[in-house]
């Protein structure tokens, strides 16, 4: 009786954590747009993609590092009192919420893998001088498109490998080994499985940063850039919405709407040879972020270990009050 009592309050307060600050991520979200246009898209990604997730690692912190301690230390064991309704409530939102996104996640995988089996079965190899194996494909599937979580491949259709020269290819295929390296398929599987209403924008922020921050890293100069920006529009012409249905967990090079497609070709074309210059300046700021990071670690992690035993006693006697 006691572990099962533990696990419900453990479980009710990491899902009333979880809500709470998910909300708030969702009420917060547009002034997060305002305030990260200034930063370079790969650090917009990161920091995108980490407010979105903050909310389960926040509840999984304190759960972990508070309520399950507390309760162990200082809860009675021989006390036999039953659960009240706060803590099954919240036992039930929360299995609710684990299976919205667990069938989220699962339907994507299998629809993916179904795709991919397909697409590849009579695929051929490309000697495409990237680090990733790279398949040439059919004409039923995206043009060009990074595929697989554990085992990455970019599957390029033979009209896309026609229709692009030889550097418009190559930087194409740079783009989506960006896409591979930073681990952008998975990152969209955690997302679905964290998924929750009303933060669909921030997700959608995350995407439109991550494709650039894979334009970026897929060009080195103003020449490569419009090779890119010209591969871009080539394979958005020929797609016709193709790429648009494109399963979730899967990159395609001429994705999202538009407007996107535009913004991306408008970065592109406005490249020019100071960028490498510009990257050092943010290289170091970057330095400075981090160094104010793990300082404020350092402090927030000597402050609670010093209160560390008078914060489980308030723990306790909140989760006291949460199960009666």
Same mark, same amino acid.
């Given at each position: 009786m006691f572990a099962a009592r533990c696990i419900a309050v453990s479980s009710s307060v990491f899902v009333l954590i979880y809500v709470l600050l998910s909300l708030l991520v969702g009420y917060v979200a547009r002034h997060i747009y305002s305030h990260t246009h200034k930063l370079s898209p790969k650090h917009r990604a990161d920091l995108l993609l980490a407010v979105r997730l903050f909310p389960l690692l926040a509840a999984g912190a304190v759960t972990a590092a508070l309520t399950v301690p507390s309760f162990i230390l200082l809860e009675p064991r021989s006390i036999a009192e039953p659960l009240g309704v706060m803590p099954l409530s919240l036992g039930l939102c929360g299995i609710g919420l684990a299976g919205f996104g667990a069938v989220n996640a699962v339907a994507a995988l299998t629809r993916s893998s179904r795709l991919i089996a397909r697409w590849t079965s009579r695929a051929k190899t490309?000697? $495409?001088?990237? /680090?990733v194996p790279v398949l040439r494909i059919g004409r039923d599937a995206p043009a060009l498109t990074a595929a697989g979580i554990l085992r990455p491949r970019i599957l390029l259709s033979g009209t896309a490998e026609f229709i692009l020269d030889p550097h418009e290819l190559r930087t194409a295929l740079r783009h989506e080994v960006a896409h591979v390296r930073r681990r952008d398929n998975l990152k969209k599987l955690l997302l679905l499985l964290v998924?929750?209403? #009303?933060?669909? #924008? !921030?997700e959608a922020a995350w995407i439109e940063a991550s494709e650039m921050a894979a334009d970026d890293a897929a060009v080195e *100069?103003? *020449?490569?850039?419009l090779d890119l920006a010209q591969a871009l529009i080539k394979l958005s012409r020929m797609s016709a919405g193709a790429e648009n249905r494109c399963?979730? !967990?899967?990159?395609?090079? /001429? /994705? #999202? $709407?538009?407007?996107?497609?535009n913004a991306?070709?408008?970065? !592109?074309? $406005? &490249? *020019?040879?100071?960028g490498s210059a510009y990257a050092h300046h943010r290289l170091h700021q970057s330095a400075s972020r981090i160094v104010l990071a793990i300082t404020a670690a350092t402090t927030t992690t000597a402050a609670v270990a010093v209160t560390y035993t008078h914060l489980l006693?308030?723990?306790?006697? $909140?989760?006291? &009050? !949460?199960?009666?």
């Open positions: 490309v000697n $495409a001088q990237v /680090s998924a929750f209403p #009303g933060v669909k #924008g !921030l *100069n103003a *020449n490569e850039a399963p979730q !967990l899967m990159t395609a090079f /001429s /994705s #999202g $709407a538009a407007s996107l497609i991306r070709v408008q970065r !592109l074309l $406005a &490249w *020019n040879d100071k006693a308030q723990v306790h006697a $909140a989760t006291e &009050w !949460l199960v009666r």
